[in-house]
């Protein structure tokens, strides 16, 4: 990009929504890829060249438009609430700011929201509920993270131990996609063809709208159960997370001293022992609490459902949340993304601990993957160098433990490239020239090679 390219852009957007101060363009070309140290040291000096921040369709398209004709690379960006760099400019050129971009237009008579990218989930959970549905999944960052950049990016969270990952039963009803071209084409993908942009990190299409599926409205009540150790606390957990007759929208188990870390929690937390956090129907917590009891536990927090929400929110400690109350505690540590045997679990825990003892702390997320209730991990491990970060990998994969590693910045390398080549063969339809987010599908090759995007903008 050049000074007269500035310039031009001045004729799309007035010059307050153009960015080019050095502290804006910081802040607002980064993520929460510092949970991984591994790229906190290769992404921290990647920015953008300017970040454009359009308010109407008309004026994303206009952007579209320019950035193929001057060969500009355009990053997207939601909240910045991803882990992995999503949203870094590792080319420089445009991060386009879709913020504004938020309308809620509609929930569906059949439980369906209408959304704009940037909607923040929570207010589509408040909106939903007041039509007697709500998300059927989100992620701990809820109250901040947008509809787009959970598409782009997400794969589960609360409410997969009922509905499954987001990629599952139809939970994405549809999604419409702005390509990178000349002349920048709207595409609605419904149906399998979702998977064409779905986690794919705004590598291959601009999401202009999403259609969620909802599930009906819960009551969700709140359970911390306590154990002395893990494995009685994860046996109880996985038989209440395989237990149907139990309505649950969360059901989590954390290895000591994890929970130490929870510093709000700490009146209810006892110390040096394993926990086992739960959302289940309101009506439905007595229950929970007795048979936590009858399997030698300790119920130290019960809350029952209010709404708006106060107090605790356990969920606020789970998923990837564990990971940053662990690192507020503890900057060696960082994550992997496990996901583990539902028959072979413990077996394969014997192993990581008795190789990683305490440099490997268990936290479980179960959740319900094709129909099965599996224990899938976000385990919090020490950080030493890369080559132990790796053997640590490689160890898993020995055992039959399955990683979607979050310290790599490419679609390839990061656990959910799709076997069908879905999300290339998009790219190829909808960028190309390879310009959108630029760097991140590898296995991408741009329609014309001699038009590389990371070219330098002069000052």
Known sequence: MTSADLHDLARILPPERIVTSSDQLESLSRDFYWYSPV???????????????????????????????????????GAGTGNYGQCIPTHGGLVMDLAALDTIHSISPDGVAHCDP??????????????????????????????????????????????????????VHALSVLSLEAEPREVRLEGRDIFQVLHAWGTNGIILG?????????????????????????????????????????????????????TPLQKWVPQGKALCFFEVADDQLQRLADAARNAGGDPCFIAPFTEPRRGAQLSDYTWNHTTLWALRQDPSLTYLQCGFSPTEARSQFRALKGRYGGDFLLHIEFVRSG?????????????????????????????????????????????????DDAKRLAKERYDPLGLLNPGKMRDFKAANESSEPARAMAA
């Not at 579209?64 to 997207?76: D, N, V």
């Not at 957990?237 to 989590?252: G, P, Q, V, Y």
């Open 39 to 77: 790229l906190k040291r290769d992404l921290s000096d990647r920015l953008a060249e300017a970040v454009v921040q359009p308010t109407t369709r008309a004026e994303v398209v206009a952007l579209a438009s320019f950035a193929h004709g001057r060969r500009i690379p355009i990053t997207l960006r």
């Open 371 to 419: 129909g099965v209730i599996t224990p899938g991990a976000i385990p919090v491990v020490r950080y030493t160098d890369d080559a132990r970060l790796q053997e640590m990998i490689d160890f898993c994969g020995g055992i039959g433990v399955s990683v979607a590693n979050p310290h790599v910045n490419f679609l390839e390398g990061s656990g959910r490239w799709r076997p």
């Open 210 to 262: 999403v259609e969620l599926r909802l599930a009906p409205r819960t009551d969700w009540g709140q359970v911390a159960v306590a154990f002395d150790g893990f494995a009685s606390a994860y046996d109880f957990c996985e038989a209440i997370s395989r237990n149907d007759s139990f309505r649950k929208r969360l059901a989590t188990v954390f290895e000591w001293p994890l929970p130490s870390s929870f």
């Open 118 to 171: 940037a909607a923040r989930l929570g207010a589509i959970e408040r909106v939903a509920r007041q039509s007697g549905w709500e998300l059927r999944c989100y992620p701990s960052t809820y109250v901040k993270a947008t509809v787009a950049g959970f598409c782009a990016g997400g794969s589960g969270g609360i409410g997969s131990i009922q509905w499954g990952a987001l990629r599952e039963n139809g939970t």
